[in-house]
């Protein structure tokens, strides 16, 4: 009997934090936060949180002002992004030396196909060994398609390994709320709940007819099927490639005059595209993050007439997707997206 094929889903345990400890040994066991200049008293936003400072009820999105409220005695930290590029980097490399498939789909995690009659000894290997040449933790995942993968490492964190696969979703999933499913976030589960459908049993039992005619013909039936289990199965070794580039700004005082809030809208759609430039990537789409006071973000976007490598078309696009916000409150925030042809 050939043995069978597994998707094992590998997530670095409070991965930004981790490396900011790793980096100063001397930071271990106590709370940690990242996230902007690493000043509390700037406008910024939590990158992440070790686990001490969780415990505190800080947590990623969370603006610095009020994590340092939570938890004063943390320490925080900037963001270092080059760094966690570098230490993902070598994280992925040490999976690429086991018998897996390796697709990493972002900083901190990563699908692994593999095909093994105990996928559980195999996961143990994954964090056994990236823990003795990054000295950093993991949790995996173990499905038999990459959605019950990924939903079974929230069960195994922290540094553990969970099996989630047909057999057993049923007893585990049922009684969850919808937002347990990888995909489905508050938004949705607030238009579901208007249907009446507020578990994961309850939306597998749903009528799929009447969840396209609330959701659409693509998105209605996909949530069906999320709730079912059902997900891809094929891991790919191709590189993980960015889809978009941004760039953003939260500034320390309010912009009210509109024609200030053009100009900054401006400035950050030239460097983005500038940012992009190099890489040769062709931009299909521009979108334009707000964040109005007191803290109601919002985007909107253009999609451009053509493919375009220029900082014209990027720029007056931005600017158009600006037009398209009819706020008329304080802006504390703003950014600047490009998505990529492919």
Same mark, same amino acid.
């Given at each position: ?16 934090? &981790? ?8 930071? !271990? ?5 990242? $996230? ?5 008293? +700037? ?116 540094? $553990? ?18 937002? &347990? ?28 007819? +009447? ?22 199965? +094929? ?37 983005? &595209? ?14 334009? !993050? ?53």
């Amino acid at each position: 009997m050939s043995e069978p094929d597994w998707v094992l889903h590998v997530d670095l345990d409070q991965f930004i934090a &981790a490396v900011e400890v790793a980096r100063r040994p001397e930071l !271990k066991g106590r709370p940690v936060v990242v $996230g902007g200049n690493g000043d509390p008293t +700037e406008r910024a936003v939590v990158a992440t949180a070790s686990y001490e400072a969780r415990e505190f009820g800080v947590h990623s999105g969370m603006p610095l002002k009020i994590a340092v409220r939570k938890c004063p005695d943390a320490v925080f930290l900037p963001s270092d992004p080059a760094a966690y590029e570098a230490v993902s980097a070598h994280v992925m490399d040490v999976l690429r030396e086991l018998p897996v498939v390796v697709e990493v789909i972002g900083w901190d995690e990563a699908f692994l196909g593999a095909r093994t009659d105990d996928p559980e000894a195999l996961a143990a290997t994954v964090r056994s060994r990236v823990e003795s040449e990054t000295g950093l933790s993991c949790s995996v995942g173990i499905g038999d398609n990459k959605l019950r993968a990924k939903l079974a490492t929230g069960f195994a964190k922290p540094a $553990g390994i969970y099996r989630l696969t047909r057999e057993n979703w049923v007893p585990v999933m049922a009684a969850k709320p919808v937002t &347990a499913l990888w995909g489905i976030g508050s938004r949705t589960a607030k238009k579901l709940a208007e249907l009446g459908i507020g578990t994961v049993e309850e939306l597998a039992r749903s009528d799929p007819a +009447e969840l396209a005619a609330r959701f659409g013909p693509a998105m209605g039936p996909y949530f069906h099927r999320l709730a079912l289990g059902a997900g891809d199965t +094929e891991v790919t070794a191709t590189p993980w490639v960015a889809r978009s580039r941004s760039r953003e700004t939260t500034f320390q005082h309010d912009l009210t005059s509109r024609d200030e809030i053009r100009e900054q809208v401006a400035a950050l759609a030239r460097r983005v &595209a500038e940012d992009v430039k190099a890489e040769g990537r062709p931009v299909v789409r521009v979108v334009v !993050k707000a964040r109005f006071a007191p803290f109601f973000t919002y985007t909107r976007g253009v999609t451009l007439a053509g493919p375009t490598l220029d900082a014209g078309p990027v720029e007056q696009a931005a600017l158009a997707a600006w037009e398209r916000f009819d706020d008329d409150r304080p802006v504390r925030l703003l950014g600047v997206r490009v998505e990529f042809a492919s």
